[in-house]
């Protein structure tokens, strides 16, 4: 059962298929690799129907900037590109590719020469590699947009705090040597001076592997994060590690910190040690209707329904699927459905894990309130936006919402908040708002979590009087201070 704490939610840290290796999957009969990966993005296909294509052939070079080239997952013979209505992102193009089950490597992989920092970047271009739960952003341009910002720490996102998922924690056991070696490649590569290995304090098997394999590492520490969510949004991980605060519009990179997935490092470093590009996905498949909950590697394109096979199929009739986590994933309309590059998990529930969704009334609960890492009234917020109240949506400091789902989760009325944030914060989006609501923030306006003691006041149902907690609160101040002096609210292991 799920727990409210002071600003996220805390779920029980067991999870079915944690310390599962990760099973390479069986190659499906055919493929249907998506060409466009991310909004705005445009990909020029350099194959056609009929070609023969190789495990790991560059198949779709990157038409515009911010999206990743695409090579082919299988080998065999490209079908045909069409648009797939079954596809959640209708309309869209997919490769179709009907496999061989040879796997035959395409001569062109084998790792990159690699001389000088040009090198790099355009090794890690060419890879295919997206920075993982970060809506499929090429690494090269996280990497690119860091460069000469004078990063002080590179931050690896270990944390896994949604349920059910565990494919991060067997990624780092599995590969601890590439999380290091992909983590001081990019600190060499960047002159940045110091790594921070962020790991959630329930994946204990994944601590002690990391802990021994950078043991002697001068560069890099260790911290084991409190395992609540949204641990692993930005603003909070870093909130986590260093009790700074990040502000509302600001990326890592402007307050001297680029904050990377373990998965991607690992990714990076597999492919400059073998040269394989992006061309597989790890991920968790669970639920109370799979037969076989499993950790598996799905060449990218492969169908639900061959993944679901791969597990044993339907232990009950599924009534929902999700992919990604619980919190943050999205529900998926056909077994149609094709892996992408940044998918993590694979959720396939019965009608028992799935009441009724209808919306209903706000009871004034506060729960979404109470779950809120930055501290934020979701409900008053909510009320703001319908009434387009822009002057109460600053004050209620409605640009700090992190998107981050929770008080969506936990609502007992159902009422999907997390869009009702998303359509405040639109509302401030023009450059007046913008700049007001920077202003609040750069005042201090809010901060993540901490916020016990708060909950208790305002649960009453009492108009808040700018529920945002102060950082210059006494309250706030304090927790900031202690958790500098204790090393973040996670523990440094090393
Ligand atoms: S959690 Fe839902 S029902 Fe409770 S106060 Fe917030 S919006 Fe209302
Ligand atoms: S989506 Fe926004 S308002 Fe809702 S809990 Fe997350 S940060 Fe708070």
């Given at each position: 059962?799920a727990?409210?704490?002071g600003?996220?939610?805390?779920?029980?840290e067991?999870?079915?298929t944690a310390g599962m290796t990760i099973?390479?999957?069986?190659v499906?009969?055919k493929?249907?690799i998506?060409m466009?990966q991310?909004p705005?993005?445009v990909?020029?296909?350099i194959?056609?129907?009929?070609d023969?294509?190789?495990?790991g052939?560059?198949i779709a070079e990157a038409?515009s900037?911010?999206?990743a080239?695409?090579h082919s997952s299988?080998s065999?013979?490209?079908i045909?590109?069409?648009?797939?209505s079954?596809?959640?992102?209708?309309?869209?193009l997919?490769?179709?590719i009907?496999?061989?089950g040879r796997?035959e490597?395409?001569p062109?992989?084998?790792?990159?020469?690699?001389?000088?920092?040009?090198?790099?970047?355009?090794a890690?271009r060419g890879?295919?590699?997206v920075?993982f739960g970060?809506?499929?952003?090429p690494?090269?341009?996280?990497?690119e947009?860091a460069?000469?910002?004078?990063?002080?720490a590179?931050?690896i996102?270990g944390t896994?705090?949604?349920p059910?998922?565990?494919v991060?924690a067997?990624?780092?056991?599995?590969?601890p040597?590439?999380?290091?070696d992909?983590?001081?490649?990019?600190?060499?590569?960047?002159?940045i001076p110091?790594g921070i290995?962020a790991?959630g304090?329930?994946m204990?098997?994944?601590?002690?592997?990391?802990q021994?394999?950078i043991?002697?590492?001068?560069r890099l520490?260790?911290?084991?994060?409190?395992?609540?969510?949204?641990s692993?949004?930005?603003t909070?991980?870093?909130?986590e590690?260093?009790?700074?605060?990040l502000?509302?519009?600001?990326?890592?990179?402007?307050?001297?910190?680029?904050?990377?997935g373990a998965?991607?490092v690992?990714?990076?470093a597999?492919f400059?040690t073998?040269g394989m590009p992006l061309?597989?996905?790890?991920?968790?498949v669970?639920?109370?209707?799979v037969?076989k909950?499993?950790n598996?590697?799905?060449?990218?394109?492969?169908?639900?329904?061959?993944i679901?096979?791969f597990?044993?199929?339907?232990?009950k009739?599924?009534r929902?699927?999700?992919?990604g986590g619980p919190?943050?994933g999205?529900?998926?309309?056909s077994?149609?459905y094709?892996?992408?590059k940044?998918?993590s998990a694979m959720?396939?529930?019965?009608?028992l894990?799935?009441?009724h969704?209808?919306e209903?009334?706000?009871?004034g609960c506060m729960?979404?309130a109470?779950c809120c890492p930055?501290s934020?009234?979701p409900?008053f917020i909510?009320?703001a936006?319908?009434?387009?109240?822009r002057?109460e949506?600053r004050?209620?400091a409605?640009?700090?919402?992190l998107d981050?789902?929770?008080?969506?989760?936990?609502c007992?009325?159902r009422i999907?908040?997390?869009?009702?944030?998303k359509?405040?914060?639109?509302?401030l989006?023009d450059?007046?708002?913008a700049?007001?609501?920077?202003a609040k923030s750069?005042?201090?306006a809010?901060t993540?979590?901490g916020r016990a003691?708060?909950?208790g006041?305002q649960k009453?149902g009492s108009?808040?009087?700018?529920?945002g907690?102060?950082?210059?609160?006494?309250?706030?101040?304090k927790?900031?201070r202690?958790s500098?002096g204790?090393g973040?609210?996670?523990?440094r292991?090393k």
């Open positions: 059962m727990r409210v704490r600003g996220g939610i805390v779920f029980p067991k999870k079915a099973m390479p999957m069986a499906p009969e493929v249907y998506p466009k991310a705005g993005e990909y020029l296909p194959v056609g129907p009929g023969r294509v190789r495990l052939q560059l038409g900037p911010g999206c080239p695409i299988v065999g013979e490209m045909s590109i069409d648009r797939l079954a596809q959640m992102d209708k309309g869209e997919y490769m179709i009907k496999t061989d796997q490597l395409d062109e992989v084998r790792p990159p020469k690699i001389r000088n920092s040009f090198e790099f970047f355009e890690v890879s295919g590699i920075d970060r809506n499929r952003t690494l090269v341009s996280m990497l947009r460069e000469g910002k004078n990063i002080k590179l931050i996102n896994e705090p949604e059910y998922v565990s991060c067997m990624n780092i056991q599995s590969f040597e590439f999380l290091r992909g983590t001081l490649t990019v600190m060499d590569r960047l002159g110091s290995i790991v304090s329930g204990k098997d994944a601590i002690s592997m990391v021994s394999r043991a002697g590492e001068s520490s260790l911290f084991s994060v409190r395992n609540f969510f949204p692993g949004n930005d909070v991980l870093i909130h590690l260093t009790g700074e605060l502000p509302p519009g600001k990326a890592p990179e402007d307050m001297g910190y680029l904050v990377l998965q991607t690992i990714k990076l597999e400059l073998t061309v597989s996905r790890s991920l968790t669970d639920g109370d209707a037969s909950p499993r598996v590697e799905a060449p990218i394109g492969t169908h639900a329904a061959d679901l096979e597990c044993g199929g339907e232990k009739p599924i929902k699927m999700i992919i919190v943050t999205r529900a998926i309309e077994r149609e094709s892996v992408g940044d998918d959720l396939c529930f019965s009608e894990y799935t009441p969704a209808r209903s009334a706000c009871i729960s979404c109470d930055m934020l009234m409900r909510m009320r936006a319908i009434t387009g109240d002057d949506l004050r209620l409605a640009a700090s919402c981050c789902g929770a008080c969506s989760f936990v007992p009325a999907a908040l997390g869009d009702r944030m359509y405040a914060k639109s509302l989006s450059a007046a708002g700049k007001a609501a920077g750069a005042a201090g809010v993540p979590a003691g708060e909950a006041s009453a108009r808040p009087s700018g529920r907690r102060s950082a210059g609160s006494s309250s706030s101040s927790k900031t202690e500098k204790k973040g609210r996670g523990e292991k």
